[in-house]
């Protein structure tokens, strides 16, 4: 596992370390946030979206449960599951609709479907620590291709 950690001090510093990260990423790649309500998961999926090169304006997804930004094959699917509380409710959802091979995936309160995660997913943990300042933490499954793709981050 690559683990990376970060304190940033303002929104735009969450969205410049984003958008860095956004950059490295590629279709197939699954983001399962972790944080409290209000902890900047939409802020720094905003920087990722910006990091892909889309512009589109990211808003939280909490009422659509999924927002799509771009297509295929450099799509943004950006899921809320807050209002999810058993996987099974994933059917009812539109979220097997949406391919991960396709597309990046993010998704809010991704603990209320783990089991429903692929197994190699990256992990992000949002904590807010002060008024605006974030300790992010990053946890990439480590094989081959990641580990030479996401190397220098953050160095």
């Known amino acids: ?29 699954v983001i ?16 990722i979206a910006l990091g892909m090169g889309l512009p589109d304006l ?8 999924v927002h799509v930004y771009g297509r295929p094959p450099l799509q943004l699917c950006h899921f809320d599951m807050y209002r999810i509380t058993d996987p099974e409710e994933l059917e009812t959802t539109g979220y097997y609709d949406y391919l991960p091979e396709e597309s990046v995936f993010v998704i809010e309160w991704s603990e209320n479907i783990l089991s429903a995660l692929p197994e190699k997913i990256i ?33």
């Open 32 to 47: 399962a946030y972790s944080g409290d309500l209000g902890a900047g998961k939409t802020t720094f999926t905003r920087g």
């Open 1 to 29: 596992m690559i683990r990376k950690e970060f304190i940033t001090d303002s929104p735009e510093e969450s969205i410049n370390l984003a958008k860095r990260f956004g950059k490295l990423l590629q279709a197939g790649d």
């Open 58 to 65: 990211v808003t939280s997804p909490t009422f659509a449960l």
């Open 123 to 155: 992990r992000i943990q949002i904590e807010s620590l002060q008024e605006e300042q974030r300790k992010i933490i990053l946890e990439i499954p480590e094989d081959t291709e990641r580990r030479e793709r996401f190397a220098d981050f953050g160095n």
